[in-house]
């Protein structure tokens, strides 16, 4: 450090401990004029606006506590990775519906009937039209699109 120059810090403190003395006298007297007249408490610029700041406080945590505790405690649940296909047997002696949890984007169909132990299990769909009204069936492929087998509704374009 250069001779002759002072740190900043080193005033700064020399002038506070200079300031102390007259600051604590002029503390001990605006107390005594409190006492005398207690309205001059809120009167008081840093008083009133130091009470203000702990009223905000308060009420902005009232506030963040009343609304967190109406939200509800949701677990969150892992992402499925399978999904349930509806599947019906086309061996006409069984014809058993059922359902098998597979993969998302599985399509590697016939799978195995439990009931008759054959690859005969297809991917059902509902058939929505008058004639059937939500039966579940097996889709027929006629060329580039797919039909119901009982109305001959198209179900929309083969996969």
Known sequence: MPVGKEPKLGLLLD???????????KFG????????EPTLIWQTPAIRYVTYAVVGLVGVLTVSAVAN?????IDVQERATTTDHRVMCTNTDCANTFVVDRPFGFDDFPVTCPKCSKQTGERSVRCNSETCKGRWIVRDR???RFV?????????PAD
């Open 15 to 25: 002038a506070i401990r200079e300031g102390v003395p007259a600051a604590k006298a």
């Open 142 to 144: 006629r060329g580039d």
């Open 148 to 156: 119901c087998p009982h109305c001959e509704t198209d179900l929309g």
């Open 29 to 36: 007297e605006w107390c005594e004029t409190c006492r005398e």
């Open 69 to 73: 505790s109406c939200v509800p405690n």
